[in-house]
């Protein structure tokens, strides 16, 4: 009995931290309550505080499981590119820089959809540090994207990159019903790729 108990309660985690995910890269840390990301995981309110000490904490988690499925997305592609570095860049710029992606927050790049929430966290709160090693992760996979021999040219230039593709998709967010939306997206991505891509 007590074997099913566990093995429920891993489930009912599993179904928090991945509705929770997608709900605060939706409608923001602050947007969602603890009983909407308890129903967004079929579960009732009351069932929260056995899963986690606080909304902080599940924040923390959440962010934390929305980088690592990115990070799982981006080591996919630059896999299929194998080792052509400017192939590699494509397969993380083109799908990035997309409609879908901007329309879809709640499945798309946390480093995108939850910078701002973050950026106003206090800097005690564990979702900063969620944020920040989650960003670290997927600069290290930009950087196997640099064609060049010295590890801090490399850094620089993801650094440059991913933040050419998060501001892309924010303001392309923020204006979404004006062409200038497309714009920014194809502008960073002819940019990053050249002008005959996309």
């Not at 489930?11 to 923001?28: T, V």
């Not at 579960?43 to 505080?49: A, E, I, P």
């Not at 991505?189 to 002008?195: F, I, N, Q, T, V």
Request: include cysteine; aromatic fraction near 4%.
């Amino acid at each position: 009995m007590a074997r099913a108990s566990r093995e429920q309660a891993d489930k009912n985690r599993e179904a928090i931290e991945q509705a929770s995910s997608r709900l605060f890269r939706e409608r923001g840390l602050n947007g969602v309550s603890v009983a909407e990301l308890m129903a967004g995981a079929g579960l009732t309110h009351g069932g929260f505080y056995g899963h986690f000490a606080s909304k902080d904490a599940l924040a923390a988690q959440a962010c934390k499981r929305a980088f690592e499925e990115a990070t799982g997305r981006w080591e996919r592609r630059l896999g299929r590119a194998a080792g052509d570095q400017q192939a590699m860049l494509a397969n993380l710029v083109e799908p990035y820089l997309t409609r879908a992606h901007c329309d879809n927050p709640g499945e798309g790049c946390a480093a995108a959809s939850l910078a701002s929430d973050v950026a106003r966290e206090p800097a005690d709160k564990p979702v900063r540090l969620a944020y920040l090693e989650g960003f670290k992760a997927l600069v290290g996979d930009m950087e196997a994207t640099v064609a060049s021999d010295s590890a801090e040219t490399r850094h620089k230039e993801a650094l440059i990159r991913m933040a050419m593709l998060v501001g892309a998709v924010t303001l392309a967010r923020a204006v979404e019903g004006d062409t200038i939306s497309d714009t920014i997206l194809n502008a960073v991505r002819e940019r990053l790729l050249g002008p005959s891509s996309g």
